[in-house]
């Protein structure tokens, strides 16, 4: 797990692999996941249920998943099809960490938009 400066100073985790060590947040954490189908399906979602394992493991942490199955680095880039900012704007204020997963559908698909 590597964290990455962002321009909001907000911590950014890049994930090598969708293997995530669990860490207890610290308490009032709001942790927001935006990106593909690794980040919408870890926590269960309206048209995926399941088990929040990120919440059980974070105590006292909120987590808000904006993840979205089958999307790339490019279509989350600025001025893609799919807006970060617009995520932020949904989470509502407090973010204090960023889950982002993508790459995988970028190897897979590598004529839309520079992956692979």
Same mark, same amino acid.
């Given at each position: 797990?590597?964290?990455?400066?962002?321009?909001?100073?907000?911590?950014?985790?890049? #994930?090598?692999?969708?293997?995530?060590?669990?860490?207890?947040?610290?308490?009032? *954490?709001?942790?927001?996941?935006? $990106? %593909?189908?690794?980040? !919408?399906?870890?926590?269960?979602?309206?048209?995926?249920?399941?088990?929040?394992? #990120?919440? *059980?493991?974070?105590? $006292?942490?909120?987590?808000?998943?904006? $993840?979205?199955?089958?999307?790339?680095?490019?279509?989350?880039?600025?001025?893609? %099809? #799919?807006?970060?900012? !617009?995520?932020?704007?949904?989470?509502?204020?407090?973010?204090?960490? @960023?889950? #982002?997963? @993508?790459?995988?559908?970028?190897?897979?698909?590598?004529? !839309?938009? $520079?992956?692979?």
């Amino acid at each position: 797990m590597k964290t990455i400066a962002t321009k909001n100073a907000l911590p950014l985790v890049a #994930l090598a692999t969708s293997h995530v060590a669990m860490t207890t947040a610290s308490a009032a *954490s709001k942790i927001l996941i935006i $990106g %593909d189908s690794n980040g !919408e399906y870890s926590c269960g979602t309206e048209d995926y249920p399941g088990t929040n394992h #990120l919440q *059980s493991q974070c105590k $006292g942490s909120t987590v808000v998943n904006n $993840g979205v199955s089958g999307s790339t680095a490019w279509q989350w880039r600025t001025g893609g %099809d #799919l807006s970060a900012a !617009e995520a932020f704007e949904k989470a509502g204020a407090g973010v204090t960490h @960023v889950w #982002l997963t @993508v790459g995988g559908n970028d190897f897979q698909t590598p004529s !839309e938009g $520079g992956g692979g």
